[in-house]
């Protein structure tokens, strides 16, 4: 018997063709205008913002350029509606707001569409659509109801395909129908990095790799930053570390829930199986409490697939094995399809499951995209940059002013997860 894991690298797919730069950290300035943490999409977007503005910018990256989930994740691009559905979006926000962060949301695709044309970053954006698989009946009439909802607040182009028609979407008997928007994208994360990199750089930021922030004191005219490599000084501080948040700023911390997210990639497939399995190549999940979300590479060749990982800590060979069964439930004609790639990061969950930016004592912040952080750290950076240089017309969100939740006794580190994790996996079966 072939062994479909010979040979596989245990990094991401992505890396391939936007390898790492191995880059020997800049000399850190005595003191700037501002000080970012992490350097990621979110703060690559906000000091895009700010340096264009003018300032002087530091970002500080613990680890090498592009470490953390924004070069490993699925690249897949949507409105991200709010997890809690319009229902619970609406019990507690009311109906004004949640309309607001409906509209708001449908503009993240086009705003990272926007973005990267203005800048010219190639980074294969696709507008490919998502379909998103009903695993069971009763999820399928749930769809239903959300999508009305979804297309009469926003106008949002989707649509139900019963079960009969789900071909049309995806070579699968697994589902029972699903729901198609057209809105949804994909892109190359690694591509996009690089792009946002050489923009922030070109504007005059300082991206620091290697350079982990360890220490923040407030100062008279600011903060004092210590760092692996040195203090530096400045007026400002943006936290942009998501699911890689530490104990530098365990107020935030203490409102995040770290979890790893997997991905795997297969060898190409033949073209005639490719075009049967994904004949529309959208970006692709489905809707079981502990969820799997697929694609197409950029070129239509291979198939990516992720899912929750194993655990906290980094086991490549054992989230492959999940992840190709997951896989081959859906799809069980690719059993004898090697996995080339096997890779996993930190995504933030918050226990509001929203996404939260703006300013608690003295830091701003931008964090805890539960999952979909690609085009929300895009927009959210953005508007943190707006809001860090007091522009408060183009800063403003549907977000803003949302309690940032923590829970009696959880300091950062969520060791009731794996239990929880679990039971969703049973109440999955269960099919409830
Ligand atoms: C496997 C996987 C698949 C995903 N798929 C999708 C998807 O398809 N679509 C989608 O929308 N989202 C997806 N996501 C989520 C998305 O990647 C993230 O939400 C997004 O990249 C967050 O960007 P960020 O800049 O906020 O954080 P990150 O990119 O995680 O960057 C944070 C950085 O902060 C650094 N840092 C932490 N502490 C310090 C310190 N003290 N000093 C200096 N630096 C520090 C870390 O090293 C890290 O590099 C996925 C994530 C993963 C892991």
Redesign the pocket.
């Known amino acids: 018997m072939t062994d479909v894991f010979a040979g596989m690298k245990e990094s ?1 797919f992505w890396w391939e063709e936007a390898p790492r730069p191995d880059e020997p950290p800049p000399e850190l300035p005595a003191d700037v205008d501002v000080l970012i ?9 906000a000091a895009r913002i700010l340096a264009r503005a003018g300032k002087s910018v530091l970002l ?4 090498f350029t ?13 409105p ?1 509606f709010h997890k809690l559905g319009v229902k619970g979006l609406t019990a507690r926000y009311g109906r004004g707001r949640t309309n607001a962060i409906l509209k708001q949301s449908i503009g993240f695709v086009d705003f990272v569409k926007d973005l990267v044309e203005e800048d010219a970053i190639d980074c294969e954006f696709q507008r490919a659509g998502r379909f998103r698989c009903a695993s069971r009946p009763r999820h399928y009439e749930h769809m239903a109801r959300e999508m009305e909802i979804q297309v009469r607040t926003t106008g949002i182009d989707a649509e139900m395909i019963p079960a009969a028609r789900v071909r049309e979407e995806i070579g699968s008997d697994r589902f029972h129908g699903g729901v198609r928007y057209l809105i949804d994208g ?1 892109l190359h ?1 690694g591509k996009y ?1 690089d792009g946002l990199l050489r923009v922030v750089r070109n504007a005059g930021a300082i991206y620091a790799p290697r ?4 220490k923040l004191q407030r100062s008279t005219n600011g903060f004092r930053i210590s ?2 490599r040195g203090d530096v000084d400045a007026g400002q501080v943006a936290i ?7 104990n ?2 365990p107020w935030f911390r203490k409102r995040l829930l770290p979890i ?4 795997i990639a297969t060898e190409p497939l033949d073209p005639v199986v490719m075009q049967r399995l994904m004949p529309t190549r959208r ?1 692709y999940g489905d809707s079981r409490r502990v969820m799997a ?1 697929y ?1 197409p590479s950029p070129d239509g060749q291979r198939i990516l697939f ?1 899912g929750r ?1 194993a655990g906290s800590g980094d086991r490549p060979q054992k989230n492959a094995r999940d992840l190709r069964d997951m896989m081959l439930d859906v799809f069980p004609e690719l059993d004898k399809l090697q996995i080339t790639h096997s ?6 969950y918050t226990f509001d499951h929203a996404p939260h930016l703006g300013e608690h004592d003295g830091l701003f912040y ?2 805890g ?9 895009s927009f ?2 953005t508007k943190l940059g707006h809001k860090m240089l007091g522009n408060e017309e183009e800063g403003r969100t549907a977000f803003d002013d949302m309690s940032f939740e923590t829970k009696p006794f959880y300091t950062g580190s969520p060791w009731f997860l794996p239990a929880l994790v679990r039971w969703h996996r049973i109440v999955d079966r269960l099919g409830f």
């Open positions: 991401p943490v992490g350097g990621g999409f979110s703060g690559l977007c500080c990256e613990a680890n592009g470490f953390g989930a924004s070069t490993r994740n699925g690249g897949m691009l949507g991200s994909g994360p990095h350079t982990e922030v360890t760092t692996s942009c570390t998501n699911g890689y948040t530490g530098v700023t790893r997210s997997a991905m970006m979300y694609r992720g990982a890779w996993s990061g930190f995504v933030a931008a964090m995209y539960c999952g979909s952080g690609v085009a929300r750290s959210f950076g």
